[in-house]
Each structure stands twice: as C-alpha cells, then as structure tokens.
C-alpha cells in the first residue's frame, strides 16, 4: 500500500508548494518547515502527479465541451438542410437561396471553430521612404558593388523612370550591353 504523503496534511503545505514551484533547494525547504528532505522528494513527485492529473481533467474537459460545440454546428446544419429541402419542395427560390446561404455561412463558422479558417483583423504596416532618383542609383551601385566582384564592369545604370514615363532605350542599351 502506498504511504500517505506527510506534507499534504503539513499546516504549511501552501508554502511548501510554493517554495517549490519556485524551485527552492529540497534541503532549504525541509530544514526551514522541520520535515525530511525525503519527505519533500515525493510531494515534489506527488505534486507532479497532481498537476498532470489536473491538466488531463481540463483537457478531457476542453474535448467535452469542444464535442457539444461541434454537436451544436451539426443540428444547425441539419436545420439549415433540411429547410432548404423544403423550400426546394415548394419551389420557393428565394428561401432556398436563403438557405444556401445559412448553410454557407455554417461550414464557414464550423471552419473557424476548428482553426481552418483565420479570423480577426490582420493589418500590414508599410514603412515608405522617399529618395531621389540620384539616391536611388547610388544605392544600386552599392548594391552591385557589394554583390559582385566585377563591379567595375558593370554598364552605368539608366536614371530610374518616374510616373510611367518611358525610356525604353535606355533599358535597351543596358541589355544589348549584357
């Protein structure tokens, strides 16, 4: 039979616990309460097994209740079917198209429940710089310069095209010259 754990039925059990959650030394804890450092080596087990028996009953919960929500969708789906049929039935449609609708918007709750759809706002920042076209031929240079040897090779660049203005001879020669 296994031993009853001493330290359960302790007057300081909070504090013991807590010293060990914090991760206290087993020597400090039993020489600060007056129980053995043994004693405190299986409530730190027997605390382990608590918690994982804890976690389990609110994982098992979480699975029952996620089950309910999922009963739920699938009565409301069948509703939803079965309203459309009957629509279809008196050839009414509009409330078959409503229906279609409903159950649209079903599959598409159900989705989200089930983390097969991403909701919530997302936003994009963008950070814009303005430069020049001087500025930005230095900064392709560098670029070359930083990624090729034979930088020097290199043809000059053309002045960037600025709101749809086209020089396509300009890019020609920068080709022809490749």
Not at 53 to 82: F, H, M, P, S, W
Not at 102 to 127: F, H
Not at 151 to 168: F, H, M, N, T
């Amino acid at each position: 039979m296994a031993r009853t754990c001493t330290i359960c039925s302790h007057a300081k059990l909070v504090n013991i616990d807590r010293q060990l959650l914090r991760g206290d030394m087993l020597n400090g804890i039993a020489h600060r309460f007056h129980v053995s450092p043994d004693a405190v080596g299986r409530h730190r087990r027997h605390m382990r097994t608590a918690m994982l028996k804890a976690q389990a009953a609110c994982e098992k919960q979480d699975l029952v209740y996620g089950q309910t929500l999922i009963d739920e969708v699938k009565l409301i789906k069948a509703d939803a079917e079965r309203l459309q049929l009957e629509a279809e039935g008196r050839r009414d449609i509009r409330a078959a198209l409503q229906a279609i609708r409903e159950r649209v918007g079903i599959v598409e709750l159900q989705a989200k429940l089930m983390g097969e759809i991403q909701t919530g706002n997302r936003s994009v920042t963008v950070n814009l710089q303005t430069i020049s076209p001087e500025e930005a031929l230095e900064y392709a240079r560098d670029i070359l310069e930083l990624f090729s040897p034979d930088a020097a090779l290199q043809p000059e660049l053309p002045i960037p095209l600025i709101e749809g203005e086209a020089d396509i001879s300009a890019t020609e020669e920068l080709n022809d010259n490749n």
